[in-house]
């Protein structure tokens, strides 16, 4: 659910890019963790590492230098070290790439990677992604990097144009293909959504990312459950620590069929409570808060809540600058009946993320579309029911990540069923599904 979904791959293809063979050497295993489909933490430290080294060896190599700023920029763009430093050993790197040869794409590439990923500065990364074509007309990712700001800003016809044109010039890039699919979700897409997304199914099969947001598109598109999970049946699910994607829209499909303790059993042997992904967290406790709420076991829920709550205020005071714990902990405020922390901290996270129906200031698209979505979902745990009806209306009016099909089948809803604005909605948005 992201813009850009992971890192693009930018690899190099000028001949001799250094004299210095123990460079080259870091440097291509460099690129090789960077052409790989991972947002772990630990491939950006490893590709950091690299990189480094490289230029240790050759302090005039401005491809590594370059590489290093788009691997810096990574780091803090998606979260993984939201640190001023960070940032500003991005900027650092990519300038001294710049200084030392101005003339390779891969430099004015990194520029683009840094200011819309560090700085959300759109224009400049347009601007410099430009460049990267003028050097080199035919390269697809300097394409995929300004459909995904265009995405951002809200214009997805521009961002549809600019993946098509990608793909066309890398038709094996899974990345593109896959962020087609998810562009044409947001727009409600879902049967185009569905042939790009299979068509990244089948020249990866292997790869569960691409197979969870299969899923997730027929529950959007059709409200079928069971063909979402048999997508995902055979997908690799869970290793010892880390909740995986797909496992997470495995246990969310469990959740839609009223399967309370299959979803609990599914969480419960997780060693790790929190999955960092790249719009925001995936809390082991806060779901367990949320599915005995289903179960009408109050004593229970809260405790999962009140114990999620300890842990996100901890993070927040370990790291001020990570945005997205906001509208998270709103959720386990309202969870916890604290009707006003739940909507200071909402309504700060949607300051942060401002959408408007006709697109994005100076934010990623559907990290402003899931802000407001957590603010639907704090209404109804608040049993403010008839301003979480207002918000689900704005939230189908706007692209995004939200259905109707997930409205319909989501038991965080059931309280509203039964209202006449319910009905309203449902009947208004009755050519969504």
Request: net charge positive; hydrophobic share 35%.
């Amino acid at each position: 659910n992201i813009n850009g979904s992971l890192i693009p791959a930018k690899s190099s293809k000028a001949e001799s890019p250094t004299g210095n063979m123990g460079a080259y050497t870091y440097y291509l295993k460099g690129l090789d963790y960077e052409n790989r489909w991972y947002v772990f933490k630990e491939d950006f430290e490893k590709r950091i590492s690299l990189f480094k080294k490289a230029v240790k060896l050759d302090p005039k190599f401005a491809q590594a230098y370059a590489h290093l700023s788009i691997a810096e920029s990574g780091m803090y763009g998606l979260y993984f070290e939201r640190k001023k430093e960070m940032a500003a050993e991005a900027l650092k790197s990519a300038m001294k790439a710049l200084q030392l040869n101005p003339n390779i794409a891969d430099v004015h590439f990194a520029l683009a990677y840094y200011y819309s990923r560090c700085e959300q500065d759109y224009n400049k990364a347009l601007k410099e992604y430009s460049e990267v074509l003028r050097i080199k007309p035919n390269d697809a990712d300097a394409y995929s990097g300004s459909a995904s700001i265009y995405r951002a800003k809200g214009n997805f016809q521009l961002a549809i144009q600019n993946f098509k044109k990608a793909s066309s010039l890398d038709p094996l890039s899974i990345m593109t293909l896959f962020d087609l699919g998810e562009t044409y979700r947001i727009i409600r897409d879902y049967k185009n959504a569905d042939k790009y997304y299979k068509h990244a199914v089948r020249l990866k099969p292997d790869l569960p990312f691409t197979k969870a947001q299969l899923a997730l598109n027929y529950i959007d598109w059709k409200g079928d459950t069971k063909t979402a999970e048999e997508v995902i049946k055979n997908s690799r699910s869970v290793d010892e620590d880390y909740y995986n994607y797909d496992y997470s829209v495995s246990v969310y499909i469990d959740v839609l069929k009223r399967d309370y303790d299959g979803a609990i059993r599914k969480l419960m042997p997780l060693n790790r409570d929190t999955a960092d992904e790249l719009m925001g967290y995936t809390l082991k406790k806060l779901e367990l808060g949320l599915l005995y709420r289903f179960k009408n076991e109050p004593g229970l829920s809260r405790a999962y809540f009140d114990s999620t709550r300890i842990q996100i205020e901890k993070m927040y005071r370990e790291n001020p600058l990570e945005k997205r714990l906001h509208s998270t902990l709103g959720i386990v405020y309202a969870g916890l009946g604290n009707r006003d922390k739940a909507l200071a901290e909402c309504k700060r996270s949607i300051e942060m993320h401002p959408v408007t129906k006709d697109g994005i200031q100076g934010s990623e698209f559907l990290a402003s579309s899931g802000s407001q979505w957590d603010l639907a979902q704090a209404y109804i745990l608040l049993g403010d029911y008839d301003k979480a009806l207002n918000q689900i209306d704005f939230l189908l009016s706007i692209p995004g990540e939200f259905s109707i099909n997930k409205l319909k089948l989501d038991p965080l809803y059931d309280p509203l069923r039964n209202l006449p604005g319910y009905k309203k909605i449902i009947e208004k948005y009755a050519g969504m599904d």
